[in-house]
């Protein structure tokens, strides 16, 4: 089959005084080119299994740090009725998804190139979004929880304070492992994406099953009226319990679903999973298995016709089905699920949070229902939390390498402008330093630490992605004003939560 050409010109906005830079170009960065938005998919049945696939990631993601441990550490101590935070959360969450994918698919760009197409300059925000990355998951708290979760597999007792140096080195190897997976396949986001399929459906399928096996349904009751923020024991709702920890709080509200950068990183995965103008743009491919790669740093925008606005509803049916279909729906579930085994084999009341809180689970139903199932949880535990801390890893990874990529002529044309160079040279960087951070505190604290910064980063990056999509993109390609008031909303939700955090804190 021949190849298809398409024609490529600048996309030049006339500014009211006469001044023809683009207006995506005022920050410094090259202006997009114009270019045919690529056909949709159009699967039918299963077919849409095959056409999914940046929501699996976060997902994936997602599961580990709230779902598995700051929701069962909230929902132990004070009750199911704050699940009305996850709803609220994972519903915004899900909107701000579907609005940074918008940007993508219209671009070919991740949205944080579009974030640094906004004044004062591109090298300003590109170093925002790059510290607000490493300050909110370049603590390896999945890493260091998986650790816990492998000593209790390994040795049947929860780790102490005198275990902190042997939890530290199976941190260690937890990185290296994750380093070892980043080096093969062809496209990365696939490998992901494959891993993080075969995850959700292996760990929420046994949650599943062991819940309808040990969870009476009582509980499960519960747990469902919990959604709405009512109380089954108090019977009445209960949305902020006296006495409340805050800190924990705002933590579960930011990892109720992603949380902050884990979410924007969601529109590299579509760029690079091929939606829109991704498929003009490039992506980022393993150092084996894949081929010297070139990342284009400008986006490409297309002229919104009648033909090409039946395909842009085509690609947002996708984004739908990605979104609300797999990304909302399993976060839900996947922030129930884990907590039914941990209200019924946890005492009510008490604080879970420590250096073995990953095995807590295992150790509580181990002592009511035999060792094998213990190690059944713990084992778990140790892969769940192993591939989120694989897939922040390469969250991190992948976004300070675009932002370098798109904001230095130099790197592109480092090593012959092969972007794996500068990819694993960021990943070498960002492992050793993970390793440091291991030492710093207890794993939950690092996790509650990021968390944190996941709420404010949502507030930040919210307002951002408001202003990019109604001030940048076409009229036609906008958002609508529902989206725009949950953008809103999400600022709001998240302020609120910020706030408490910081007068516990402060």
């Known amino acids: ?38 056909a949709p998919p159009m699967p039918k049945g299963l077919g849409w299994l095959g056409v999914v696939g940046p929501g699996v990631i976060v997902l994936g993601a997602a599961i580990g740090g709230g779902e598995f441990l700051l929701g069962p550490a909230v929902f132990v101590r004070y009750g199911f009725s704050l699940l009305w935070i996850t709803a609220v959360a994972v519903f915004l969450q899900t909107v701000f998804n579907t609005e940074l994918m918008r940007y993508t698919i219209a671009t070919g760009e991740p949205v944080f190139t579009g974030f640094m197409r906004t004044r004062p300059s591109a090298t300003l925000w ?23 979760a492998a000593f209790f597999l390994y040795t049947k007792r929860l780790p102490e304070a005198a275990d902190a140096n042997a939890v530290y080195l199976i941190g260690v ?28 459906v292996c760990i929420l399928g046994s949650f599943v099953v062991l819940a309808m096996i040990f969870v009476p349904l009582t509980i499960w009751i519960a747990a469902v009226a919990g959604y709405t923020g009512f109380s089954v024991e108090q019977r009445a709702f ?41 498929q003009r743009t490039g992506f980022i491919p393993a150092a084996v298995g894949g081929e010297k790669g070139h990342v284009a740093p400008t986006g490409f925008i297309f002229t919104p016709d009648a033909e090409s606005m039946k395909r842009w509803r085509g690609w947002w049916n996708v984004v739908r089905a990605d979104q609300w279909g797999v990304f909302f729906v399993g976060a839900i579930l996947g922030m129930m699920l884990p907590a ?17 809180i990953a095995a807590a689970l295992a ?7 035999g060792p094998l199932l213990a190690g059944f949880i713990a084992f778990l535990g140790v892969w769940l939390l192993f591939k989120s801390q694989l897939d922040l890893l390469e969250a ?24 794996r160079a500068l990819y694993y040279t ?28 996941a709420g404010a980063t949502f507030v930040i990056a919210a307002a951002h992605l408001l202003y990019i999509n109604t001030r940048l993109l076409p009229e036609e390609l906008r958002p609508p004003a529902w989206r725009r008031a949950c953008l809103v909303g999400m600022m709001l939700f998240y302020s609120f939560f910020a706030v408490l955090s910081a007068r516990t804190l402060f």
């Open 396 to 419: 991190t990874v992948r976004v300070v390498t675009d932002l370098v990529w798109t904001g230095s002529p130099r790197a592109r044309s480092w090593r012959g402008g092969d972007v």
């Open 1 to 38: 089959m021949g190849a298809v050409c398409f024609r490529v010109e600048s996309f030049v906005i006339p500014l009211a005084h006469g001044d023809t830079v683009s207006i995506e170009a005022r920050s410094g960065l090259d202006p997009w080119k114009k270019a045919e938005l690529p």
């Open 340 to 356: 039914l085994l941990y209200v019924n084999f946890l005492p009510a009341g008490s604080d879970i949070r420590g250096l073995g």
């Open 238 to 278: 209960d949305f902020l319990p006296q006495n409340a920890d805050f800190v924990l709080l705002g933590a579960l509200a930011a990892y109720s679903g992603a949380g902050g950068v884990a979410n924007v990183v969601l529109s590299n995965w579509a760029r690079d999973r091929g939606y829109g103008m991704g």
């Open 426 to 453: 960021v990943l070498v960087i960002v492992v050793v330093w993970g390793m440091i951070a291991l030492r710093l505190a207890q794993p939950i604290v690092l996790l509650q630490l990021g968390a944190n910064i």
């Open 363 to 369: 150790n509580a139903i181990g002592a009511q229902a």
């Open 126 to 148: 590109g170093w925002v979004y790059a510290f607000l990355f490493i300050l909110q998951i370049g603590w390896p708290a999945w890493a260091a929880n998986a650790a816990a």
């Open 173 to 200: 190897a937890t990185f290296l492992a994750c380093v070892a997976i980043l080096l093969f396949g062809r496209r990365i986001e696939r490998t992901l994406e494959l891993l993080n399929a075969i995850l959700i």
